[in-house]
């Protein structure tokens, strides 16, 4: 997987180890060249490698009393970074900046002024992200695109449900989703169509073909989100007269239950589609996506009221 290249910040948090605050230009770089001699692109080499990370004012890294040693500015007790472990956990895949925001938020953890920037992503050494995508991944997580690849391949696969791929690796492969996970993005061997189907890069599938069997769908979504878009628009104006913040509070503590409740039956549907897929009950799996993409719709557009009555 030359492709699925770590950032420089990430590939310094991954070959520190637990309880270091220091190390070395020469360890650092040894470790680096031994833990990624075939993932450096573009000519980089440990030395750079380690400059990129320096200049990066969001990474954790820093020269400290010499030149010759690299200090890691992390906190080793932070609510917020364990809060954002156990919710990528739940997830069992990566998120956005802005969905930890969200969660935090939600969890009354942060205030609405608090920004991005400030997220524990960037600075605990337990998160990490690739080159080219917005999403974070735990370090401890395990790529499995490898083996996904060969196991498509091996049964001549060219087409899978993203939903019951995660299935699959638990059930078929033998990967639980709390090691491994699935890298979205970098993998020119896959493509992903509408976050629905992974689409393997063989020469005979007929993309184009595959795109307009799934537009009927796609157009009534869109279709769906500009109506309830429009809706919410003119709620928020109406309420931007007539209501006092007051009341704002209270359509958000409101918000954020429901929102919860979505959640928490989201992660039980996933139980229930692996309990089953083991029985082999495609009629239930296929009635628990349904609701589940439902619910999923339904979460979205509480977070866009949310957008629409503070900011994102």
Wanted: glycine share 4%.
């Amino acid at each position: 997987m030359k492709e699925l290249v770590l950032t420089a910040s990430s590939m310094l948090k991954k070959v520190f180890r637990p309880g270091e605050r220091s190390l070395s230009r020469e360890e650092l770089s040894n470790r680096l060249q031994y833990a990624f001699e075939n993932e450096y692109a573009d000519g980089q080499n440990p030395e750079y490698v380690i400059e990129d990370a320096l200049t990066d004012v969001l990474s954790p890294f820093q020269e400290g009393g010499s030149h010759a040693v690299i200090e890691m500015n992390s906190p080793t007790s932070d609510p917020l970074a364990d809060e954002l472990h156990r919710y990528l956990l739940e997830n069992k895949g990566p998120i956005t900046a802005e969905q930890a925001l969200k969660r935090l938020r939600r969890k009354g953890l942060v205030s609405y002024s608090f920004t991005v920037d400030k997220l524990p992503l960037y600075k605990n050494p337990r998160f990490i992200r690739f080159k080219g995508s917005d999403l974070w991944y735990l370090s401890s997580w395990k790529p499995a695109n490898d083996q996904i690849f060969e196991y498509l391949v091996d049964n001549n696969m060219k087409q899978f449900p993203l939903n019951q791929l995660f299935i699959m690796m638990e059930t078929d492969m033998g990967l639980p989703r709390k090691e491994h996970v699935f890298v979205l993005e970098g993998d020119s061997r896959f493509k992903v169509i509408d976050d629905n189907f992974v689409i393997v890069s063989y020469d005979s599938v007929d993309t184009a073909k595959l795109v307009n069997t799934f537009m009927d769908k796609q157009e009534k979504e869109e279709k769906i989100i500009e109506e309830v878009a429009m809706t919410m628009s003119m709620e928020t104006q109406t309420s931007t007269q007539t209501r006092t913040q007051d009341v704002f509070e209270s359509v958000l503590e409101d918000i954020n239950s429901a929102t919860e409740k979505l959640e928490q039956r989201i992660q039980e549907m996933e139980e229930e589609v692996l309990t089953y897929f083991k029985d082999n009950n495609m009629s239930a799996i296929t009635q628990l996506v349904n609701e589940k993409e439902k619910s999923e719709t339904i979460t979205r557009k509480l977070e866009e009221v949310m957008e629409l009555l503070y900011g994102k």
